[in-house]
């Protein structure tokens, strides 16, 4: 296949070659289960599975009795809100979240509201993707156990004021929720861990393996909320049951590792090839870009083509960029993205807006193509759109 442009790295990213080769003896040789204790194949594995989850705890300034090891970001998002929701459920438990969450959190919420009876809230954003500190102190009520809003928005980057949120809530029995997985690697997670309760990360966001991911507890007292989704064999403290996943662990650690080595000079470059990208996008005629007046990841940028079909426009793009339009958990929606109708972005728009998410891959060269490409192709996409011409009368 010829290699294609790839600026869809919030979708995923490739196996950094170093954790392939991490990896690699444990889908071979040390091939053991951590579990067997009778033999050197079991400890082996046991040793490699202990030693990256140190390595991981060293990286993030955490303990490893912190840290249970999930399939990733949706599993520890339903872990921790089916968790609450099964210990609070007898006193008709309330949780607030955010309408621009990723569909993990708000799909879970859903289900939690049809067959458990938790009422669930969802805060507005305003047109930059910002929750509003006011309204979230109002949507408190006494029955509210558990806030949930993500830290780094996964289709415009904007990123959310965790320390404000935990102030809000301190000192009135409330848990705090964030979903970082688009802020590992991305940006420094001292926020997190000084102001969550809970948060997750998903390893293929980060050059290492999918299917592999984690969940943080921040101490005992989260700890006791915790309820285990998956039952039998007691691994992992009995938090989560089934053979460990050591190659999966040592993969992650070594994502993890690298990721926090390279993020400062990686996020510079980053920032700097995204703002080169915008800038020569926001050139081509009515285009608007979304998300930008807030904080935001360096290497997301989100952007609507005004007089565009959105599904023309990526399908149009699809033989030279790969790009989405939002969530690849929610590409084949046939609805405009939630995230930017929330920021009251109007359907046309919503519909025609693309997210360019970059990776420690891209090249200058890469964005120069980028720009060029989807330029020919918005005004391929317009010279067929009659409401393009009459725009002119
Ligand atoms: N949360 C956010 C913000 C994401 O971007 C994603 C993945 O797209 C997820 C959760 C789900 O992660 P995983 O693929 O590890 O289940």
Same mark, same amino acid.
Request: hydrophobic share 35%; charged share 25%.
């Given at each position: 296949m010829?290699?294609?442009?790839?600026?869809?790295?919030?979708?995923?990213?490739?196996?950094?070659?170093?954790?392939?080769?991490?990896?690699?003896?444990?889908?071979?040789?040390?091939?053991?289960?951590p579990s067997s204790i009778h033999h050197p194949f079991g400890w082996i594995a046991k040793e490699a599975v202990e030693s990256s989850t140190h390595k991981i705890a060293q990286a993030f300034g955490i303990s490893v009795?912190?840290?249970?090891?999930?399939?990733?970001?949706?599993?520890?998002?339903?872990?921790?809100?089916?968790?609450?929701?099964?210990?609070?459920?007898?006193?008709?438990?309330?949780?607030?979240?955010?309408?621009?969450?990723h569909k993990a959190v708000l799909d879970t919420s859903a289900f939690m509201e049809k067959y458990e009876g938790v009422t669930v809230s969802y805060l507005d954003v305003d047109t930059s993707g910002l929750i509003n500190l006011d309204e979230l102190e109002a949507a408190i009520r006494p029955e509210t156990i558990l806030v949930s809003i993500m830290y780094a928005n996964n289709e415009t980057g904007v990123i959310q004021p965790l320390k404000d949120i935990a102030r809000i809530i301190k000192n009135k029995k409330i848990f705090l929720f964030s979903d970082a997985t688009q802020a590992l690697g991305k940006i420094p997670l001292d926020?997190?861990?000084?102001?969550?309760?809970?948060?997750?990360?998903?390893?293929?966001?980060?050059?290492?393996?999918?299917?592999?991911?984690?969940?943080?507890?921040?101490?005992?007292?989260?700890?006791?909320? @915790? =309820?285990? +989704?998956?039952?039998? *064999?007691g691994q992992q403290k009995a938090f989560r049951g089934g053979t460990i996943n050591t190659p999966g662990i040592v993969g992650f650690a070594k994502s993890v590792e690298l990721s926090q080595h390279e993020l400062l000079d990686k996020n510079?470059?980053?920032?700097? @090839? =995204?703002? +080169?990208?915008?800038? *020569?996008?926001?050139?081509?005629?009515?285009?608007?870009?979304?998300?930008?007046?807030?904080?935001?990841?360096?290497n997301t940028c989100n952007i609507s083509f005004a007089f565009v079909n959105g599904a023309g426009l990526l399908r149009g793009l699809s033989k030279d960029l790969a790009i989405s339009n939002g969530s690849a958990c929610n590409a084949s929606s046939e609805n405009p993205s939630h995230v930017l109708t929330a920021m009251q972005i109007g359907p046309d728009l919503a519909f025609s807006s693309l997210r360019f998410s970059l990776g420690k891959y891209t090249s200058e060269d890469d964005i120069?193509?980028?720009?060029?490409?989807?330029?020919?192709?918005?005004?391929?996409?317009?010279?067929?759109?009659?409401?393009?011409?009459?725009?002119?009368v």
């Open positions: 010829e290699k294609k442009l790839y600026l869809d790295y919030n979708a995923t990213t490739p196996c950094d070659p170093k954790v392939v080769d991490a990896m690699m003896p444990y889908l071979s040789d040390n091939f053991g289960n009795d912190n840290i249970t090891y999930t399939s990733g970001s949706t599993e520890a998002i339903n872990m921790v809100l089916k968790s609450f929701c099964q210990k609070y459920k007898p006193n008709g438990s309330h949780i607030i979240t955010c309408k621009t969450e926020q997190i861990f000084e102001s969550a309760d809970f948060t997750c990360f998903s390893a293929h966001k980060v050059y290492g393996p999918k299917g592999m991911g984690m969940l943080y507890c921040k101490n005992i007292e989260a700890m006791n909320v @915790l =309820r285990s +989704l998956i039952q039998g *064999g510079n470059r980053l920032e700097r @090839l =995204r703002d +080169l990208l915008e800038e *020569g996008l926001l050139d081509i005629e009515l285009s608007f870009s979304n998300g930008y007046s807030a904080p935001r990841l360096p120069n193509k980028a720009i060029k490409i989807v330029r020919r192709e918005v005004n391929l996409q317009r010279e067929t759109n009659i409401l393009w011409e009459r725009r002119k």
